[in-house]
């Protein structure tokens, strides 16, 4: 038995709504984490990376360290961006970088959260 063209049609938009509103938390939730990886970025007690990066909207930025723009080409596999924030040393061992999770400065979630920033930029 064929169903109804408009039965079909109109089954095929609540299925499309109700996966757009499953998705909304997830993007809530990625966008949050992205703001709080901003902040805890410019924040002088925690990540600071202004006084040594140049990127969109900073404050008086520094140039010691490469700006941070074009972060998805340059950093394809967003593992080993986490992986330099968490101790650029091994990479770079004459690299100014602070380990930030090798010397505990930043915890696992705050690197987090500024990987998920950084790689908007």
Known sequence: MRKPAKLVAAASSVAMLLGA??????IAAAESLVAQGKKIAEDRKKGNCFTCHDY???HLAG????????MKARFPDKA???????D???ANP???MPPFGKYEILSNKEIDAITEWVYTL
């Open 21 to 26: 509103m499953a998705m909304t938390p997830n």
């Open 56 to 58: 969109k909207g900073a």
């Open 63 to 70: 140039n010691v360290g490469p700006p941070l723009v074009a």
């Open 80 to 86: 080993k961006l986490r992986a330099q924030i968490w």
């Open 88 to 90: 650029s040393s091994k």
């Open 94 to 96: 004459h690299t100014m």
